[in-house]
């Protein structure tokens, strides 16, 4: 049994869910998103949460419990709060900068990195620290790790892009001769 999916989905205050058929809607104060589920896994609004249980027992059903859960829980916390995630550079003349829709990147290379912001996806850049931040969990997660991909942390000097709360593991380099 899913310990993810038995779990009743809490509906925050300002969203509002409509279910029809395979189709789940939630909009909120931060705009709309929508899911088609799979015909395998039933959901249901019952008051101020949403029931998800599956309607047959197959491994593939019991597989996509849990991810519709999760699935549908991370679209409510998008439409009222949002995800944001944040990326630090680090590494002499590196700098960035959004203008017009497109992350600039100054990292190293001989012409600067431009990369354009999906629509729903806010990216600010303050000092060495990129912010980006949106109401659909998995497209700020692919949109930070596309900006990391650009140059990633290097072990010996620690220069790169990195997620604010990842550790790189430092190398020694070499050592002097004896």
Same mark, same amino acid.
């Given at each position: ?7 009743? &989905? ?7 869910? +409509? ?42 059903? /019991? ?5 519709? /859960?999760?699935? &549908?829980?991370?679209?409510? &916390? ?16 590196? /700098?960035?900068?959004?203008?017009? $829709? =497109?992350?600039?990147?100054?990292? $190293? ?12 996806? +806010?990216?600010?850049?303050? =000092?060495?620290? &990129? ?19 650009? /140059?990633?942390?290097?072990?010996? =000097? ?21």
């Amino acid at each position: 049994m899913s310990r993810i999916g038995k779990l009743p &989905i809490q509906i925050k205050e300002g969203v509002n869910v +409509e279910i029809s058929g395979d189709t789940i809607k939630v909009m909120g104060s931060n705009g709309e998103l929508s899911f088609v589920k799979n015909r395998q896994i039933d959901a249901k609004k019952e008051d101020s949460q949403i029931i998800i249980s599956k309607n047959t027992d197959t491994p593939e059903a /019991r597989e996509l419990w849990g991810l519709t /859960r999760t699935l &549908i829980n991370n679209m409510v &916390i998008g439409v009222s709060e949002g995800f944001e995630k944040k990326l630090e550079f680090k590494g002499t003349g590196y /700098r960035a900068a959004v203008e017009g $829709g =497109k992350l600039i990147l100054h990292m $190293g290379y001989n012409k600067p990195v431009e990369m354009n912001i999906p629509e729903g996806l +806010e990216a600010k850049v303050q =000092k060495n620290t &990129i912010s980006i931040s949106g109401r659909d969990k998995q497209q700020v997660g692919q949109f930070a790790a596309e900006v990391r991909k650009v /140059r990633k942390p290097e072990p010996y =000097k620690g220069k790169g892009i990195r997620y604010s709360d990842e550790v790189i593991r430092r190398k020694a380099g070499k050592t002097a001769g004896k």
